[in-house]
Nanobody, 115 residues
């Protein structure tokens, strides 16, 4: 069993920054891939960023150049640094781990971008 705990969400003005954290109860290096998703009200859950076991990151086009995903192998934590935030980034952000063919999800953290 894997536990993922997200933190770092909150209310921020447009143009501001937040850093989300996802702490894992298992080594993040064991995961085939770790991902950040988001879900806005009334919308489908959307893949935002991912990092593979070798450390390759990919991003959805709408956040490219503004968001950065990283990994701390000692703390077993992945991060999502979000800069130049826009109102359309408002959503609940979820962390997901793919480990041994199974998906594990965190509980989510709310990000609200509003003036």
């Amino acid at each position: 069993q894997v536990q993922l705990v997200e933190s770092g969400g909150g209310l921020v003005q447009p143009g501001g920054s937040l850093r989300l954290s996802c702490a894992s109860s298992r080594s993040v290096l064991n995961a085939r891939v770790m991902e950040w998703y988001r879900q806005a009200p009334g919308e489908q859950r959307e893949l935002v960023a991912s990092i593979t076991r070798p450390g390759i990151t990919t991003y959805v086009e709408s956040v490219e150049g503004r968001f950065t995903m990283s990994r701390d192998n000692i703390k077993n934590t992945v991060y999502l640094q979000m800069n130049s935030l826009k109102p359309e980034d408002t959503a609940v952000y979820y962390c997901k781990m793919l480990l041994n063919g199974l998906d594990y999800w965190g509980q989510g953290t709310q990000v609200t971008v509003s003036s």
